[in-house]
């Protein structure tokens, strides 16, 4: 059973923005990035520790839809077609409680891949040495 009950959930499409209240007060903004990076599915996730796959690229993500999942989580379809995670109500209070170092942890993630937040970036290319 879930310890926190959302009491409202908007999408704000301009700003690309999930505002949660909670029953006990605390009211979160997500970023729509934000929260696709930090998708609760396997594919980014993965099947255990270690085995986290870096979102790169999702500056400009979308929320196209937002489906209940029983009375505790949502399922957001994102517009690069990611579907697959489930959004507990605990998971989305987690995530706005963490909000800040989980966000200056994906960047630094990021960084250290050489990765970017911009749609196409990508890592760069590897650099080819030696003969033809």
Same mark, same amino acid.
């Given at each position: 059973?879930?310890? =926190? ?5 908007? !999408? =704000? ?13 605390k009211r979160f903004e997500l970023s729509y990035e934000f929260l696709r990076?930090? $998708? ?6 993965? =099947? ?8 790169a690229g999702k500056k400009d993500i979308e929320i196209t839809t937002l489906?209940?999942?029983? $009375? ?9 077609? =990611?579907?697959?995670? !489930?959004?507990?109500?605990?998971? !989305? ?32 290319a590897p650099v080819k040495s030696g003969c033809h």
């Amino acid at each position: 059973m879930n310890k =926190h009950t959302p009491t409202e959930i908007k !999408l =704000h499409q301009k700003s690309r923005q999930m505002e949660i209240s909670f029953a006990d007060g605390k009211r979160f903004e997500l970023s729509y990035e934000f929260l696709r990076v930090y $998708s609760p599915s396997a594919e980014v996730r993965g =099947h255990g520790p270690g085995q986290e796959v870096l979102q790169a690229g999702k500056k400009d993500i979308e929320i196209t839809t937002l489906e209940p999942v029983g $009375s505790y989580a949502v399922q957001p379809r994102f517009s690069d077609g =990611h579907d697959s995670g !489930l959004y507990s109500w605990d998971y !989305l209070y987690e995530l706005g409680c963490d909000r800040d170092q989980l966000w200056q942890q994906y960047l630094q993630r990021l960084q250290a891949a050489g990765a970017s937040r911009e749609p196409g970036a990508g890592p760069p290319a590897p650099v080819k040495s030696g003969c033809h």
